[in-house]
């Protein structure tokens, strides 16, 4: 049984632009600890082999820093490693990957049209493709693998969520057809799979999110026998929530939050009717909280509940008994419960959506 490391859309190099720059910094600094990560996580699990996907790099011409790290760490694997360049770090005139100077465990598949690499020691055979421009044909359709070894495998940074897609384009049938035992797809950058008669594509999404399009964990898939298994790498995630304020907006945001946000970067959306929010106040209890915080308003004022308290209709008889039962109410309990029943049927009435507590 081959067990293998399968990353992808590591975006070295990404400006990360929705944080201020002094922290999108900071987040970069850190994205170029993934590729040691990554070298650690292979040699503690004991993998054989590491297929790495496309979309390394954020764009086809990467920061010598980033090339450094990546290789570096590659080297550090001491297993064979196989790299499908994507549609961010394409193989143009001068890129990395035919220009920098790769440790000898590393092949890269730079060439648009499917290739393979003999592993006799693991009775594998290895199939990939990289791009060369931003846009690529369905590598995999008319694809059969062929070749003497018991596993074949494939790396490619395909699509296979969009039959339309302009980025190498993958479909079930193409997938069921291939007599691949995995495929090892990127670009997508939340986790997935695709079956098909006896073959499993699966893509790992991206190990570190840049954005609030990338909400979730996020990490990579360990791969034995065929069987893919997500390892999150716990850099932090972007969590994007809307929380309604209620009478204490901040008791609501905390209950709102999983146990630990500090490498987190947030957005949290205030909804809701609610008396105006102190949104700086908030932002300054929760700041330690997170990597970075942003906080938005859009509640509305509460209605007037009693408006129509004493008018003459069916509404305003309902109302007003339940306005003078607050008033006399024993207990502030009891008081509270009236109210509470008033503003429910006062949203009811409005057309407004209800979320009994």
Not at 154 to 177: E, K, N, W, Y
Request: proline letters at 8%; one cysteine or more; hydrophobic letters at 40%.
């Amino acid at each position: 049984m081959i067990k293998l490391l399968h990353a992808a859309d590591l975006h070295l190099g990404a400006r990360f632009r929705g944080l201020p720059p002094e922290k999108a910094a900071q987040r970069r600094r850190l994205q170029l600890t993934l590729p040691g990560r990554l070298a650690e996580l292979c040699r503690e699990e004991g993998c054989q082999l590491a297929l790495l996907a496309g979309d390394l790099f954020d764009q086809p011409q990467a920061t010598a820093e980033a090339v450094q790290a990546l290789a570096a760490a590659l080297e550090e694997m001491a297993v064979p490693v196989f790299i499908a360049p994507g549609n961010h770090d394409y193989c143009c005139t001068d890129s990395p990957y035919l220009t920098g100077a790769w440790p000898g465990n590393v092949h890269i598949f730079s060439r648009p049209e499917l290739q393979s690499v003999a592993l006799p020691e693991l009775d594998c055979r290895v199939w990939g493709a990289g791009y060369t421009g931003m846009d690529c044909p369905a590598l995999l359709e008319g694809f059969r693998a062929s070749g003497p070894e018991t596993t074949q495998l494939m790396v490619l940074h395909g699509d296979p969520l969009s039959a339309a897609s302009f980025t190498c384009p993958i479909t079930r049938q193409q997938v069921s057809a291939s007599g691949l035992q995995y495929l090892a797809l990127g670009h997508v950058h939340r986790w997935g799979t695709l079956e098909g008669s006896g073959t499993l594509a699966a893509w790992p999404g991206c190990p570190m999110a840049t954005g609030f399009d990338e909400t979730g964990p996020k990490g990579v898939l360990l791969v034995e026998d065929g069987r893919p298994a997500f390892c999150p790498l716990g850099l932090g995630e972007y969590l994007d929530l809307q929380v309604e304020a209620g009478d204490n907006p901040l008791a609501a945001i905390l209950a709102a939050l999983p146990p630990d946000t500090r490498q987190d970067v947030a957005r949290i959306t205030l909804t809701g009717p609610a008396e105006p929010v102190d949104l700086q106040a908030i932002q300054a209890q929760l700041a330690d909280r997170f990597f970075h915080l942003a906080l938005r308003d859009k509640t509305n004022l509460p209605p007037d509940i009693w408006k129509t308290a004493g008018e003459d209709s069916l509404e305003g008889v309902y109302f007003r008994r339940l306005q003078k039962a607050a008033e006399a109410a024993a207990t502030e309990e009891a008081a509270q419960s009236y109210i509470l029943a008033a503003r429910i049927s006062r949203r009811i009435l409005e057309g407004q959506e209800v979320n009994l507590p």
